[in-house]
């Protein structure tokens, strides 16, 4: 176990940090360690029972609370050119590639609206500055072949419809090269695609015409729950750093684990002050203002500091050799408790808030009795870029194989046996016969030795 703590705070008054400094300051030490533990130069040997092998990015896990925390802590290993992944069961409707397909539809559905137009070339699926933009709109050519453009991909949405349209559109306007340049390209191109499958289902199945597309759409994306199977799909995680929430880590091991948020507690519920939601004789029930609405906040509020509780247990079990523990000492928010009101504090500081050398004291404490160790984060650390070790296996090609890729049979429609011959006869007869126990289908055109069987 590893106790990372943040010093105390120079800037504030009180010396405490706020939640969201503190965040980021834990998410620079996380992605620092993690850089020094994959360095080439120093390399970490991971044992496996009786094998041995160099630490990989897949062997580190991070857990985190929600889709905004795994976001930060994705673009600061990325920056640091770290591979990472984050296992999330957030809606591909609410994500960036959602509103940008929203905007550009909307271009596309009214093709003459000059302001839809510019809205949808302001994203980043075209790769313009703003100077090129300012090109583009004060030249009549330029936005003459967009306006055309448009009502060109207008039309074949309505003959074609959405997926045919979209594909079409990201081919001709070299859309997956722009996103390519981007960060995240990999997960950007796998949620329009998705996107675009999704839309084509429900206008195929409800026979959607443009504007109730429109319409679906733009409740998709602003609903907060939506229906299952839209989740985010995979992205490829053969060798990339385990973004995973606490709660999706339940039954998970990791070789290395990071739990940068056991000092966070939410503080909605504390706020609250006309509705919340109580666990009482089996049953959930939401109290909207009754007689009994603070002794049911303060049942709400006990399941949920059991409920961290167990989150906590959850994500100190979840290391195999070693676990990084963050801590700070965070002031309230509105929408943050103090955090020695989290589960983390309320384990290690029973008598409550005190300041940052009786913090210091106890980590020390329990580093001399414990195989803990505790140290101090340096803010002032500078990142050193991640090298990803070369593969040096050699390609190779596979053996042939020795089975025969002939056949005399092949599947096929009724339909399709209407062209199903080699000669030029318009006059072709089907009959069925059976031969040697197997029923057959003959294709007889006018010539009489003219027979081919299926």
């Known amino acids: 176990m590893v106790y990372c703590t943040l010093a105390e705070n120079v800037e504030d008054k009180s010396g ?9 300051a834990f998410c620079d030490y996380a992605v620092n360690e993690i850089l020094r533990l994959l360095s080439p130069q120093n390399e970490v040997i991971y044992f496996e029972g009786e094998n041995k092998r160099v630490l990989a990015p897949k062997d580190i896990a991070i857990l985190v609370r929600s889709h905004k925390q795994s976001e930060l802590y994705q673009t600061g290993l990325v920056e640091a050119g770290i591979p990472a992944v984050v296992s999330s069961r957030v809606s591909v409707f609410h994500t960036i590639e959602c509103w940008e397909i929203l905007v550009l539809l909307r271009a596309i559905a ?28 004060e030249n009549e050519d330029l936005l003459s072949d967009w306006l055309a453009r448009m009502n060109q991909y207008h039309a074949f949405w309505l003959e074609q419809g959405l997926f045919s349209m979209m594909n079409r559109f990201i081919l001709d306007e070299k859309i997956l090269l722009n996103i390519a340049e981007r960060p995240f390209a990999e997960r950007s191109i796998a949620n329009v695609y998705q996107l675009i499958e999704l839309i084509q289902e429900q206008e195929s199945a409800e026979n959607y015409g443009v504007g109730q597309v429109l319409q679906w759409l733009q409740k998709m994306y602003s609903q907060e729950v939506v229906a299952g199977g839209t989740e985010l799909l995979l992205e490829s995680d ?29 503080g909605m519920l504390s706020a609250e002050k006309y509705q919340i939601t109580a666990h009482e004789n089996g049953k959930n029930l939401i109290d909207l203002g009754s007689d009994v609405f603070q002794e049911r906040k303060e049942l709400a509020d006990y399941d949920q500091k059991a409920e961290e509780l167990r989150l906590l247990y ?11 523990t963050m801590w700070g000492d965070v002031k309230k928010h509105t929408a943050v408790r103090d955090s020695f009101e989290s589960a983390l504090g309320y384990l290690l500081f029973e008598e409550g808030a005190c300041d940052w050398q009786v913090q210091n004291t106890t980590f020390d404490s329990l580093a001399q009795d414990n195989p803990i160790h505790h140290c101090v984060i340096d803010e002032n650390v500078e990142r050193e870029p991640f090298i990803k070790k070369e593969s040096t296996t050699e390609l190779t090609s596979l ?25 030029e006869y318009e006059q072709k007869r089907v009959s069925v016969v059976k031969s040697e126990g197997r029923t057959c289908l003959l294709y007889t055109s006018d010539a009489a030795d003219d027979v081919s069987k299926v």
């Open 16 to 24: 405490r940090w706020s939640s969201g400094k503190a965040g980021v």
């Open 110 to 137: 009214a093709p003459t609206d000059l302001s839809k137009l510019k809205s949808a070339m302001t994203f980043s699926w075209f790769n313009f500055s703003g100077n090129d933009l300012i090109a583009i709109w």
């Open 238 to 266: 053969e060798d990339a750093v385990q973004i995973v929430t606490m709660h999706g880590a339940k039954g998970l091991e990791y070789p290395v684990v990071f739990c940068p948020y056991l000092w966070y507690s939410s």
């Open 314 to 324: 959850v994500a100190l079990t979840r290391a195999k050799v070693r676990c990084y």
């Open 399 to 423: 053996h042939p194989s020795s089975r025969s890729l002939k056949t005399a049979w092949q599947m096929t429609s009724f339909s399709g046996l209407s062209s199903l011959t080699d000669y």
